[in-house]
């Protein structure tokens, strides 16, 4: 029967090659004879007969936990393409990254991989079956497979996780200050409602004072807080559950409606969502997936409104129509992109094109975190001193309206 191994030969590199054998160790032991080095093995038929012996220590190993933990896979991936440049087998470069610690669920997922390795699966199939890596990983993975360039597409996975996470990390800083300051103002603007502000009323009602309209509201409001603590209590539970439903809110995607309809917010999430969505084609078209099977695996990261017109954009691809025009139509191309994808299709150097399109978008990212960053914060500043500074005015109205009349 034939059985498919991806194979190292010193003179083409990585390669897949097809044997006729009886079975996995036969065509391993027919490719040793020809000085290739055996690195993975296809499916084949050959394999169903140890697969029983090795159904359950596979079963047991292939079971890791489901949940999100430390698991940086991108780390893993420049680790494993390093080690694979440096020559060892791929069951032995997982053994050492296994045996070279690390947190237990990538200890356990690493003992997943090398026990579906060591039955004779795929390296992108042993990685399929723990479900704790992403589906462009591996797609690129399976693409690798067919191409032989296993340690160049490791290589750029693990430097599109990089920028992924310096751009996350960038617009998760961005965000940080303001909502601090914002906790902090509103927490001061609390304190001063319900603590400073009954304390004061008490004070200016002892002078009987003649008090303004909105300092008497004011005062009134705070004596309410004061004689009722439990309502101030339960305005901070709600606006720390109004906070964490946002939040929740937000993660589960439930914003995708109307976050890109805020005026500065809105371009900013585009621009992000665009960025992700052509360095994941990029990557994926780099490493032999074809253009509309690329497109169609960085959909999900597209909101659910240009998500349906990717997947239109891409059923067009299959049609005939020129990539540049479909994704145009699709809004996900400008008129910069546009003429950028023309000239990909001119030149046919569609993977650097897509990557310099996602670095482009990257760039005008970070020059708008930088302008919202100079706007929002003053703005921020501004009406948080505004509001603290309208308490404090109104608190002292009364008072200075006694020492008119003492004079």
Same mark, same amino acid.
Do not use: N
């Given at each position: 029967?034939?059985? *498919?191994?991806?194979?190292?030969?010193?003179?083409?590199?990585?390669?897949?090659?097809?044997?006729?054998?009886?079975?996995? @160790?036969? &065509?391993?032991?027919?490719?040793?004879?020809?000085?290739?080095?055996?690195?993975?093995? /296809?499916?084949?038929?050959?394999?169903?007969?140890?697969? @029983?012996?090795?159904?359950?220590?596979?079963? &047991?190993?292939?079971?890791?936990?489901?949940?999100?933990?430390?698991?940086?896979?991108?780390?893993?991936?420049?680790?494993?393409?390093?080690?694979? /440049?440096?020559?060892?087998?791929?069951?032995?470069?997982?053994?050492?990254?296994?045996?070279? /610690?690390?947190?237990?669920?990538?200890?356990?997922?690493?003992?997943?991989?090398?026990?579906?390795?060591?039955?004779?699966?795929?390296?992108?199939?042993?990685?399929?079956?723990?479900?704790?890596?992403?589906?462009?990983?591996?797609?690129?993975?399976?693409?690798?497979?067919?191409?032989?360039?296993?340690?160049?597409?490791?290589?750029?996975?693990? *430097?599109? %996780?990089?920028?992924?996470?310096?751009?996350?990390?960038?617009?998760?800083?961005?965000?940080?200050?303001?909502?601090?300051? =914002?906790?902090?103002?509103? @927490?001061?603007?609390?304190?001063?409602?319900?603590?400073?502000?009954?304390?004061?009323?008490? =004070?200016?009602?002892?002078?009987? @004072?003649?008090?303004?309209?909105?300092?008497?509201?004011?005062?009134?409001?705070?004596?309410?807080?004061?004689?009722?603590? *439990?309502?101030?209590?339960?305005?901070?539970?709600?606006?720390?559950?109004?906070?964490?439903?946002?939040?929740?809110?937000?993660?589960?995607?439930?914003?995708?409606?109307?976050?890109?309809?805020?005026?500065?917010?809105?371009?900013?999430?585009?621009?992000?969502?665009?960025?992700?969505?052509?360095?994941?084609?990029?990557?994926?078209?780099? /490493?032999?997936?074809?253009?509309?099977?690329?497109?169609?695996?960085?959909?999900?990261? !597209?909101?659910?409104?240009?998500?349906?017109?990717?997947?239109?954009?891409?059923?067009? =691809?299959?049609?005939?129509?020129?990539?540049?025009?479909? =994704?145009?139509?699709?809004?996900?191309?400008?008129?910069?992109?546009?003429?950028?994808?023309?000239?990909?299709?001119?030149?046919?150097?569609?993977?650097?094109?897509?990557?310099?399109?996602?670095?482009?978008? %990257?760039?005008?990212?970070?020059?708008?975190?930088?302008?919202?960053?100079?706007?929002? *914060?003053?703005?921020?500043?501004?009406?948080?001193?505004?509001?603290?500074?309208?308490?404090?005015? !109104?608190?002292?109205?009364?008072?200075?309206?006694?020492?008119?009349?003492?004079?």
């Amino acid at each position: 029967m034939r059985i *498919e191994l991806v194979v190292r030969s010193r003179s083409a590199g990585m390669m897949v090659r097809s044997f006729e054998a009886a079975d996995l @160790a036969a &065509a391993q032991a027919r490719a040793a004879a020809e000085g290739l080095q055996v690195l993975s093995a /296809g499916r084949s038929a050959a394999r169903a007969e140890g697969a @029983a012996a090795h159904a359950a220590p596979v079963a &047991a190993a292939a079971a890791p936990p489901r949940q999100r933990g430390d698991l940086d896979h991108g780390a893993l991936a420049d680790e494993l393409s390093t080690l694979l /440049g440096a020559g060892l087998g791929v069951l032995e470069a997982v053994d050492a990254l296994r045996a070279g /610690g690390g947190s237990a669920a990538r200890r356990q997922v690493l003992a997943a991989v090398a026990a579906a390795l060591a039955e004779g699966r795929p390296l992108s199939d042993a990685f399929a079956a723990t479900g704790r890596f992403p589906p462009l990983f591996i797609a690129a993975m399976r693409a690798s497979e067919r191409t032989g360039d296993l340690v160049a597409t490791l290589q750029r996975h693990a *430097e599109h %996780e990089r920028r992924m996470q310096r751009l996350r990390a960038r617009v998760a800083g961005a965000a940080t200050y303001p909502l601090i300051l =914002l906790g902090v103002g509103s @927490a001061v603007v609390l304190f001063l409602l319900g603590f400073v502000v009954p304390r004061f009323a008490g =004070l200016v009602e002892t002078t009987r @004072a003649e008090m303004p309209l909105a300092s008497r509201w004011l005062m009134q409001f705070g004596k309410a807080m004061s004689d009722h603590p *439990e309502a101030l209590v339960l305005l901070l539970g709600a606006l720390v559950a109004a906070a964490v439903a946002l939040v929740w809110h937000v993660k589960s995607g439930g914003a995708e409606r109307w976050l890109p309809r805020l005026p500065l917010v809105g371009t900013l999430t585009r621009l992000y969502r665009h960025s992700q969505v052509y360095r994941t084609a990029g990557v994926l078209v780099r /490493g032999g997936v074809p253009a509309p099977q690329a497109l169609r695996q960085a959909a999900p990261l !597209l909101p659910p409104r240009e998500r349906e017109k990717l997947l239109a954009a891409v059923a067009r =691809l299959g049609e005939g129509q020129a990539i540049s025009q479909a =994704l145009t139509e699709a809004g996900l191309a400008d008129p910069v992109v546009q003429r950028m994808l023309v000239v990909a299709e001119r030149t046919g150097t569609l993977p650097q094109m897509l990557e310099r399109i996602a670095t482009r978008a %990257e760039a005008r990212l970070e020059a708008g975190l930088d302008i919202a960053s100079r706007w929002i *914060e003053p703005a921020l500043m501004v009406g948080i001193g505004l509001v603290i500074g309208a308490i404090v005015v !109104l608190m002292y109205l009364p008072i200075f309206d006694l020492a008119a009349q003492l004079q």
